[in-house]
């Protein structure tokens, strides 16, 4: 089954500076991948998507992410980081060319990112 | 209408009791989900309906039981939970299952369930 892998369960950064959170997936045909962000006690919130259209994709809150197919990343990046990104930060793929009830979104492990002032 | 509603928000039963949570979408999206999520892990798939029909159950024991009642509304009745069961219980939506999954899911804010 096709899944993604979170590098580093915990991130550190300072207020400012750049976010780099790293995802790549395990397949040789390129899934639908998504960013989530989920804030204490709360549910998950969609950041942003690659669906095929374009390599760059940006998100809300200033995020943005690209996908790279030689390397099989997905990195999520933002170029100043605010207080208020602190969360968790989930990685997720669908498979593509399953079809019907393989359309299973799935997690990677999850990356915490905390913001020192 | 572009969000997922679950009630109730936190909820605390017995290992005897039988409990409802409940989850609402007015997106017309005609594929919902019930996800769990323990303390500090990601989210696991536990059933998929599709067109109000259950298309996936990933093994979840028998003390769980969804129900798609209509389009718009999806249950998971709880009897006989284990403390072990504690856990957010998150529901999502998307457009449509079989066709292209483009627009991600829709995540509602989830019910914090703790058996005692």
């Known amino acids: 089954a096709q899944s993604v892998t979170q590098l580093g369960s915990h991130v550190s950064v300072s207020e400012g500076a750049l976010v780099l959170l790293r995802c790549n997936y395990s397949s040789s045909v390129p899934p639908y991948l998504f960013w989530y962000v989920q804030y204490p006690n709360q549910g998950l919130q969609l950041l942003l998507k690659y669906t095929s259209a374009a390599t760059l994709v940006k998100g809300i809150n200033g995020f943005e992410a690209e996908f790279k197919k030689s390397e099989t990343s997905f990195h999520l990046t933002k170029p100043s980081a605010h207080m208020s990104d602190a969360a968790e930060y989930f990685c997720a793929v669908i498979p593509t060319g399953s079809g019907g009830s393989n359309y299973k979104l799935t997690f990677g492990k999850g990356t915490l990112l905390t913001v020192n002032p | 209408d572009t969000e997922v509603t679950q009630t109730p928000k936190h909820l605390v039963m017995g290992m005897t009791n039988k409990k409802s949570l409940k989850c609402e979408q007015h997106?017309?999206?005609?594929?919902m989900y019930w996800y769990k999520q323990k303390a500090k892990k990601p989210p696991e798939l536990m059933f998929v309906?599709?067109?109000?029909?259950?298309?996936i159950n990933e093994s979840v024991p028998s003390r769980f039981s969804p129900e798609c009642p209509n389009s718009s509304l999806l249950n998971l009745h709880l009897h006989a939970l284990q403390p072990e069961d504690s856990a957010l219980y998150l529901c999502a939506s998307s457009q449509d299952q079989r066709g292209q999954p483009t627009k991600g899911y829709t995540f509602g804010s989830g019910t914090r369930l703790t058996v005692v």
């Open positions: 997106m017309g999206h005609r594929a």
């Open positions: 309906y599709s067109y109000e029909k259950l298309s």
